[in-house]
């Protein structure tokens, strides 16, 4: 499968954007998707997952209440609704799908995204 990202940018603290993760070569629904996130020089962490049919999610800690993960299957498209934005959400996020479950173990995930840039200005 075939993971693209999109809508990274520039935003202001307190702003938001969304990020969409279109995908292609199987099935949509047989993937439960997750959001990571990279800082400059720090590891790639655990933003958000959503299960099958996009009844389950988890949060980490750092962004519940603020990030929204969701999915459209009618689109094969993942999305990252996040909200009141951090100088230190910035990063490179990341789309990744597994078939097992909705895990918060990147190396739990078969296929990844390219990665779209977020940079939050104070």
Do not use: H
């Not at 997952?49 to 689109?75: E, H, L, M, P, Q």
Request: glycine share 12%; with cysteine.
């Amino acid at each position: 499968v075939q993971l693209q990202a999109s809508g990274g940018g520039l935003v202001q603290a307190g702003g938001s954007l969304r990020l969409s993760c279109v995908t292609s070569g199987r099935t949509f629904s047989s993937y439960c998707m997750g959001w990571f996130r990279q800082a400059p020089g720090k590891e790639r962490e655990f933003v958000a997952a959503i299960d099958w049919s996009g009844g389950s999610t988890n949060y980490a800690a750092s962004v519940k209440g603020r990030f929204t993960i969701s999915r459209d299957s009618a689109k094969n498209t993942v999305y990252l609704q996040m909200n009141n934005l951090k100088p230190e959400d910035t990063a490179v996020y990341y789309c990744a799908a597994d078939s097992a479950g909705y895990s918060s173990d990147y190396s739990k995930y078969d296929y990844w995204g390219q990665g779209t840039l977020v940079t939050v200005s104070s």
